[in-house]
Each structure stands twice: as structure tokens, then as C-alpha cells.
């Protein structure tokens, strides 16, 4: 057996090295070259995209795209769904269907189906497959199947500054307040106030903000504090590691004293003077 071989040296090694690189180069050139954006939209006609905003590629199920705008500087992630109408092809009259505000993110995966009205305010950001529908299926009649009865739709309204958690369902009719947090996996119909926390299946609200008595049940962790003005990335860097390393003596600490066999410091050096 040769000794210090270097396995990278095999021609097949090298080629399957060198075919990665080109694969993933590839795929870089392809996800720059199939983002929508305003100077680029592709095959895609929106009624409005608003500038800086970007789809990502591969986009998802994208149609009626002339009932559809979307705001400025959105973030749309990859294989996001945004359709307005039950197909393609319909005229859905002259007003828009589904209205992106400026600033919203929609997560990976994400789906808004709008065959009623969809409006989702401003700076609302949506974890990763969020689904948000205006419509429904109806089960009125018990001798046909659910999914070739006539469905029903209702306008859904998000106000602005919301966060939707990662699988968290928007069903008609919802109407989300202004700065609501919905939990991951919620199932949220019916109408929700301003500054409210909800969850669950169906979601109940189970934290609200009142202008008295501040978050009702109140937070069990302190606020974030904001970075000051002017920090550097470095600076953050060096402030995370001394307080890591402070957080590791206190472990240490908390360690020791808590071991039966320690007794403490020793006064042993003490001067009893």
C-alpha cells in the first residue's frame, strides 16, 4: 500500500471536482439571471412592481399577474406561489386582486391565492411556507366530492408591520390589525386587533398590548436592546465573544457551586487583622 497518497490526485476525483464547481456555478449564473425585478420582469406582466423588488428563481405558480401588484423593495423567495383568479386567463375586471405593500417579505414556499381580494399591508414579513387564501372549499352537499363543489371566497385583509410564523395558515375573511404576530402552524379566520399575539388551530389570540398596562400576559424575556448608532460589525463581533466568555465563567462558577465537595473559597490566606 503506497504511503502519503494524495486520493485527490485520481483523474475521476479531479472531474467530479471540477464538474461541482461548474454545477454549482451554473446554478448561481441561473438564480441571477431568472430574477424578476422591475428592469427585468421575464415573462411575468405584473399590473405593478414597485422598484427594488425581487422574485427570487425559480419562481413558483405565478398567474393573472394583471391583477396583481406588488409594492416596493419586497423580498419574494424562492417557488412562492402568487396567483390572482381560480386559472389563468380569466378577466377579473378592472381593479387589482391581490396587493403586495411596500417592504413585505413572502418566505420560501410560500403560497397567496387570491380569487377574492388579498391585501397585505406594508413591512409584513412571512416565514417560510405561509399560505394565505382568500378561498375555500364548500362541502354543502354530501353525494359530491369536496373538491368539484362550488368553493367559497372572502376578501383577506394583513395590515401592516405583521409577522406570519413559518406554516401559519391566513383563511377567508381574515382581517389582521396592524403589527400582529401570528405563531408558526396557526390557523387564522375571523378578525384580530391591532397589537396582538394569536395561535393554535384555530388560532386564539393569547397576548394583546394595552396602552396602560403594556403586553397582557406580560413578556417573560426583556426586550432586545437596539444597536447604537455607529457600531461596527467588528465591534458586535468583539462585544458577542466577552460576553460569551462571560457567560462560560458564569456556567463554570454555577458548576462549582453547586459540586457537594466544594466548600467555598479558601480563607486560609486571610488576614484576620
Not at 414579513?125 to 368553493?151: A, F
Request: with cysteine; net charge neutral; glycine share 12%.
Amino acid at each position: 500500500m503506497p504511503k502519503n497518497r494524495n486520493t485527490f490526485s485520481s483523474p475521476a476525483v479531479w472531474w467530479r471536482c471540477l464538474l461541482s464547481r461548474a454545477v454549482h456555478s451554473g446554478w448561481r449564473w441561473a438564480r441571477e439571471a431568472g430574477a424578476v425585478t422591475a428592469e427585468r420582469p421575464g415573462p411575468l406582466r405584473f399590473r405593478r412592481i414597485g422598484t427594488g423588488t425581487r422574485l427570487a428563481f425559480p419562481q413558483g405558480t405565478v398567474f393573472g399577474e394583471a391583477w396583481i401588484e406588488l409594492g416596493e423593495h419586497c423580498i419574494i423567495a424562492e417557488q412562492v406561489t402568487l396567483t390572482a383568479g381560480m386559472m389563468p386567463g380569466l378577466d377579473l375586471g378592472s381593479d387589482p386582486i391581490l396587493t403586495l405593500g411596500n417592504g413585505v417579505v413572502l418566505g420560501r414556499g410560500s403560497h397567496v391565492i387570491a380569487d377574492s381580494t388579498v391585501t397585505i399591508g406594508s413591512d409584513t414579513y412571512c416565514g417560510p411556507y405561509v399560505y394565505i387564501t382568500s378561498t375555500n372549499h364548500s362541502y354543502d352537499d354530501p353525494h359530491t366530492p369536496v373538491g368539484k363543489q362550488w368553493p367559497r371566497a372572502e376578501p383577506v385583509e394583513i395590515g401592516p408591520g405583521c409577522w406570519l410564523g413559518t406554516g401559519a395558515v391566513i383563511l377567508p375573511g381574515a382581517r389582521l390589525g396592524r403589527n400582529v404576530v401570528v405563531a408558526a402552524g396557526a390557523v387564522v379566520r375571523g378578525e384580530v386587533p391591532d397589537h396582538a399575539v394569536v395561535a393554535g388551530a384555530p388560532a386564539k389570540v393569547v397576548r394583546s398590548w394595552d396602552p396602560v398596562e403594556g403586553w397582557q400576559p406580560p413578556l417573560r424575556t426583556p426586550a432586545p436592546l437596539p444597536i447604537p448608532e455607529g457600531v461596527t460589525p467588528e465591534q458586535l463581533v468583539a462585544l458577542a465573544e466577552l460576553e460569551e466568555a462571560e457567560g462560560a465563567r458564569g456556567r463554570r462558577k454555577g458548576e462549582r457551586a453547586e459540586d457537594p465537595r466544594y466548600e467555598g473559597p479558601s480563607t486560609s490566606t486571610v488576614d484576620a487583622r
